[in-house]
Structure formats: C-alpha cells, structure tokens
C-alpha cells in the first residue's frame, strides 16, 4: 500500500500528466484489483471492481489500465498506451457482458491472468452424421507410384518497416525499427537478412520463396501469421488497412515468387486487428474482422477457386478445396475461434459449442469427401493440444477425427514456431501405436526470433497422400554469410534420423503411430531426446530440457496429447511468471510474444518486487 501511494505520487509528478486524485481514483482501483489476486477465487472477486469500472465506458477502462501500465513501467509508454487501447475496450465489452459467477468469468480470468486454469471441456457430443459408405480395409499398396512434393510454410511475420542499421538490441519486444523513443547511439545496428531479436525483414522472406521455389513442390500449403509482432503500435484506425496492405503485399510477393504451384493458405492469429481479435458472430460490434476475410478471399482466389474462395468470405475464413489432378482435398480452418486469447470469446455466459460453425463446416466437407472416396488435409494456424487452445473445442476437433480417422490422412499447424508434433489416440488414457488415430504435423516459423528461419518439405504418397518423409530446410542466421547470401539446406531428414531409432520398415509412412513410437523412444533414450531438443530450434535457440521442473517428461507428455485438456502443461497464473520460464518446450508459446496476459505479469510483478 506504502508502495504503491509513493509510487502513484512520485510517477504523476514526475510526469506531471494527471492530477493526483482523479489518476488514483480509477487506476487505483484497477491496482488493487491486481494485487488482491493470488488463486482463482480472488481472481474472480477481483473482477468485481474491474467490472464497475468498465461500465463507466471503454476510454475510462483502458485510460486506467494505461496509467497502471505506466506507472509500473511493465512496458514502454508506446508498448503501454498501444496495447491498451487496442485490447482495453474489448475486456470492458467482455465484462460488462458477463456475470463474474459464471465459467466464462474464469476463463477471462485464464486468459488475463492465468488463474482458474481448467482442462475439463464442457461434455458435448458432437453432431455426427454415421459412415455412408463402407470403409475398406486399410491395404498398402503393392506399387508405389513416386512420391510427390509438398512445401509447408508458417508464421512469416514480415516487418516491412525493419530498418537496417536501426538498433537490434530495443527495449520492446521487436527491434530494428526506427521507433521514436530511440535515442542514442545504435550499439547493435539491424542487418540486411534479419536479426533474431526481430520479425523478418521482406529481403528474408524473398530469399526463403526463392529456396521454397527450387523444390518444385506439387502444392505449398502455409498456416498462417503474415503480419509482425509489434501489436501496440498506430491506432485502431489506421491498422485494418495496415494489416489489409500487409495480408495484400505478401500475396502479390508469393503470386510473383511462386511459379505455377498453388497456394493454400489459412489465417493466423496475427493477421487482425487488434491482434487475435475475432469476434463472433453473435457479438455486436464495430471491430468486425470481416475485412480480414474480404482480403483473403481476394488474395487467394487465384490457388483455391472462386468456390473455395467464397467460403472464405463467408465461413469466416475457413474454405475446402480439391488439389487439381488428385483426390485430395485441403481444409483451411479458421482456429482463431478456438484461441483463448481471442479476447472476444468471453462475452456471453451462454455456452457456444461451436462460434461461426466451423466445426460444422469441417463435418459437412468431411462427410462430403468420406462419401466421394476423397482424403482430406486439414490445415490451420493453432495445434489443438496446446494449452492456449479453449479445452472444449479441442476436444470436438477430436470427436470429428476420431469419426473421420480414415478420411483426415494430415493435420497440418504453425503458431509455436517450433519442429513439434502431438499424436492422437482412440483412448487418451492408453496412448500406444495401436491406438494412434492422428497426428498434428506442427511447422517450425520464418521469423528468427525463436530459432533458424526454417520451412518443411514433405515427400508424400500419390495413393493414400500418407507422408514418407520430412526434410527440415532451413538456413543459419549465425553464419557470417547470411547476411550476404542466406542458403537453404536441409538440417536433417526425419525419416533418415528417426526411422532408424523405431526400425521403420521402408515402405512404411510416418504413420500417426510411428509419431508415438518415438516418444517411446525419447523417454528411453536420452541422446534421441536431447536431439530433438536441439532440432525444435533448427539449433538456433536451444535451451536445456532435462529432469528439472519435470521438462523432458512435460514435453514429451505434450507430444501425445493431440487435445489440450491432455498436455501437461500447468498454468500456475501467470503471475509467477517468473517460474514459466523453465518447464515444458511447448508451454512458452512463442507466437504472441508481448500479450495482455505478459504485460499484467510484469505489472503485477513490479508490484511485488
Ligand atoms: C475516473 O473515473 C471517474 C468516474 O468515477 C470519471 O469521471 C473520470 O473521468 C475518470 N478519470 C479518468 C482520468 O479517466
Ligand atoms: C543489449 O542491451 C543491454 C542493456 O540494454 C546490454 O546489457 C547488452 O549487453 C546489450 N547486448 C548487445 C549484444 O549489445
Ligand atoms: C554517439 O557517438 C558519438 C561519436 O562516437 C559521440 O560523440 C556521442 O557522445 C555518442 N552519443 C551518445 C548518446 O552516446
Ligand atoms: C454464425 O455462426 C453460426 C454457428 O454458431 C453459423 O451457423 C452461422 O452460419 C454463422 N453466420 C454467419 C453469417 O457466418
Ligand atoms: C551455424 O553457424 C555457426 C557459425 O558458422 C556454427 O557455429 C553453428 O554450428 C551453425 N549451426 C548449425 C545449426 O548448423
Ligand atoms: C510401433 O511399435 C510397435 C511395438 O513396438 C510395433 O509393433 C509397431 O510396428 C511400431 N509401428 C511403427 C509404425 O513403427
Ligand atoms: C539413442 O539415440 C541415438 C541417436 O540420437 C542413437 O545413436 C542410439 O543408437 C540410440 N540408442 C539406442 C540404445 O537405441
Ligand atoms: C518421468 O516419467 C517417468 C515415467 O512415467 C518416471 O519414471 C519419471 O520418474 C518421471 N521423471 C520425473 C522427473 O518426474
């Protein structure tokens, strides 16, 4: 209390911005209600005063949250007043909706503050149609016909305003820009082909189409994540249409890139605004993203048909289309829906199974295939069994899998930035190669904030569009000649290294059930483990996984759970923050870098200190 007073007192006069009462009175408020939060019951109390302050109106609310962040310097003042204007008003909108005795309550407070953390998804059984056609025998084929390519990119974040010689080593979460609070000398100027303090600059992105291009892939699918991560800045005004130029620019760079090979393509959470806002479509609101899709549709007309890309403008972002001269078909899902830090999914006590019906749509193009003899690609930005995706419609992506297990031949995800995988089991509660159903294929990221800029090539069957074989290219920001000349190699081979370990036969494909041999293998053998610990990185970024704070075992618990209710991970509140750093690789999401939930961290961090 002491604190904080002399804190309010010295930070009003030093900036000599508010007067003292009027400043204490609202953000005070929002102070006490941080500081009053130690478990989920004091989280969901502490919504009461937030709540009473969010119906005087959004500009108090997000004045209020500013001045907090502020005050306790959690960011810089761009950081602070950028993010809170954008993200303050949806909260106020969230509780001025909602009772604070319901579960969405607790889930506004999971997705704020990381209290109230649940992994039991609301029972429901998804709506779904019996087989209409008999279901042959899984038989392998006597003659292979030869493989063909195909390329996966993911989260490219390309920053067109990354300057070179601007500084690399910033206070905020993305650097090299000329940002106006810079002052001094630059000690760590930004170079041509990116630096792994920032997004990537558009010569990296050029250079990465160029390699995509020399594999003369049969199609590329990319799983979303085209705009930067610098989510504070300009106003609400300005971004859609910076985030529309941004979506626009990069599919003219892959139409003049990319040669005679279609696209598919699907939305990431970055590609919005404010970042991750999708509201659904029972909300109200002036922030509709509809434009998101508008652009999309436009853009991608030109790989996915003019059906195709009609339901992107009117499934909300999600589409179906056939790869030409095959029996293949590509389901781009919008899983923004399924994000919970999609702030506007919390404004309605009513539980909504499925927002937008894109677990619907999935069916209908699923039931549509099984009964043409097609198989289906399902593609998307968020994998379903990390802790960030809501339990419950993980849980019914699952149902819908289980159901069309032998019609969804991959899955295909971006949004961790890693080389991960999560395997999906008939029962969760005996994970063995039998049971194996599925597997989530997870593409490591362009930017080189979180390891070696990296892309996949797959090697996939004709027949039953199974995968025989991953190569892992990547190129090596920290040789010298990057920066001159960035080379794409391969940085290892699944089958080559993995396949040896599990006595892949070799005919066989990378089966849902050589995905879970593997994690056997990794529990028993060290030296494999650590290996793929040093390739979720692509080398670039490793960091220790071992016994400590359970890690290894944390991880590799993580690879079988294909549905987030299954992962390990344990969210203690992101208020000890401090302890998140260690645990589990695929706990700290990397995609949203500075979010709503950090900055609260850091403020109520400094005010324990
Ligand atoms: C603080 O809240 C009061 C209402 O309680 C409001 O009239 C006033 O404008 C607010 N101050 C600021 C700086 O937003
Ligand atoms: C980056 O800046 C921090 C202080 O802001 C300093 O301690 C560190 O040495 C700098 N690193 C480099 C590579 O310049
Ligand atoms: C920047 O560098 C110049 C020349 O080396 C030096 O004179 C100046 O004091 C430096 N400025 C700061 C703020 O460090
Ligand atoms: C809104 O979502 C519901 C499912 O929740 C869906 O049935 C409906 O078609 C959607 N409407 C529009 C306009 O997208
Ligand atoms: C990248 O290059 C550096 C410098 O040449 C080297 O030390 C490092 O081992 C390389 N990393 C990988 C993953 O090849
Ligand atoms: C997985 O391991 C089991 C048991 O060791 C074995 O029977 C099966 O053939 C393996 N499957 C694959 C795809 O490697
Ligand atoms: C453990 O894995 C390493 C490769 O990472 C391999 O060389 C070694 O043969 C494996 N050991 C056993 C006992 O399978
Ligand atoms: C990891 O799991 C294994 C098997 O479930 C267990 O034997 C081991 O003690 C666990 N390790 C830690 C550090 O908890």
Redesign the pocket.
């Known amino acids: 209390m002491h604190f904080r007073l002399n804190l309010l007192w010295i930070s009003t006069v030093a900036l000599g911005l508010f007067t003292p009462r009027v400043f204490a009175q609202n953000s005070s408020q929002v102070l006490d209600a941080l500081e009053s939060m130690v478990d989920c019951a004091t989280c969901l109390l502490a919504l009461v005063p937030l709540q009473a302050l969010a119906h005087l109106g959004n500009d108090i609310f997000s004045d209020a949250l500013i001045e907090v962040c502020d005050l306790t310097q959690a960011e810089d003042a761009d950081v602070c007043s950028g993010l809170m204007t954008r993200l303050g008003p949806i909260i106020a909108h969230d509780l001025r909706s909602i009772s604070i005795v319901s579960q969405t309550a607790a889930r506004l407070c999971t997705a704020l503050f990381g209290f109230c953390a649940s992994k039991t998804p609301n029972p429901f059984t998804f709506p779904l149609p019996s087989p209409e056609v008999p279901i042959l025998p899984a038989s392998t084929p006597t003659t292979r016909g030869s493989t063909f390519k195909v390329v996966h990119i993911s989260d490219v974040h390309i920053d067109r305003e990354y300057t070179v010689g601007a500084e690399a080593?910033c206070?905020k979460n993305i650097c090299c820009r000329n940002f106006a609070d810079d002052t001094g000398n630059v000690?760590?100027p930004a170079q041509p082909f990116g630096n792994s303090k920032c997004d990537s600059p558009p010569s990296l992105a050029d250079s990465m189409l160029e390699a995509v291009n020399s594999f003369n892939a049969k199609f590329i699918i990319f799983t979303g994540d085209v705009v930067e991560g610098a989510i504070w800045l300009t106003t609400q005004e300005q971004i859609p249409s910076e985030v529309t130029s941004d979506l626009e620019d990069f599919n003219t760079e892959l139409l003049s890139k990319i040669t005679n090979t279609p696209i598919f393509p699907s939305i990431g959470n970055h590609d919005s605004n404010p970042v991750n806002s999708f509201p659904r479509n029972t909300t109200d609101t002036t922030l509709d993203v509809q434009w998101v899709f508008d652009t999309q549709s436009a853009g991608w007309k030109q790989w996915i048909g003019k059906d195709s890309s009609n339901q992107v403008d009117h499934i909300s972002g999600s589409y179906a289309a056939s790869v030409p001269g095959t029996d293949l078909v590509i389901l781009s899902v919008n899983t923004q829906y399924w994000y919970r830090q999609n702030l506007w999914l919390y404004d309605s006590d009513t539980f909504q199974p499925d927002p937008n019906g894109i677990l619907s749509f999935m069916v209908e193009t699923l039931q549509a295939a099984e009964r043409a003899g097609q198989k289906v690609w399902v593609i998307g930005h968020i994998p379903l069994g990390k802790a960030d995706t809501v339990e419950d419609q993980s849980n019914y992506y699952d149902q819908i899998l289980q159901r069309y297990k032998h019609t969804i031949v991959g899955q295909f995800f971006g949004h961790s930035h890693k080389d991960q995988f999560e395997v999906a089991y008939s029962d969760y509660n005996d994970q063995t190669a039998a049971n194996a159903v599925g597997v989530g294929l997870i593409c490591p990221a362009l930017t080189p904030t979180s390891g070696n800029p990296a892309f996949k090539v797959y090697d996939v069957d004709p027949d039953t569009f199974g995968i025989m074989d991953i190569f892992f290219i990547s190129a090596n920001i920290t040789d010298p000649d990057f920066q001159y000349n960035p080379t794409w190699d391969v940085y290892y081979d699944a089958r080559e290294v993995y396949g040896p370990l599990v006595d892949l036969p070799s005919t066989s494909e990378l089966t849902p059930a050589f995905w879970h041999n593997l994690t056997e293998v990794f529990m028993n053998n060290d030296t494999a483990f650590q290996m793929f610990n040093t390739f979720i990185s692509r080398g670039g970024a490793v960091t220790t996984c071992d016994d400590t704070d359970n890690c290894k075992n944390t991880t590799i618990c993580d690879m079988r759970a294909f549905r987030s209710q299954n992962n390990c991970d344990v969210d203690e509140g992101s208020f000890a923050l401090k302890k998140r750093s260690a645990g589990s690789l695929n706990e700290a999401s990397e995609c949203e870098g500075i979010g709503i939930k950090e900055i609260f961290a850091k403020i109520r961090n400094k005010l324990m200190a």
Do not use: A, E, P, Q
Request: hydrophobic share 0%; aromatic share 0%; proline share 0%.
């Open positions: 080593n206070t000690t760590d």
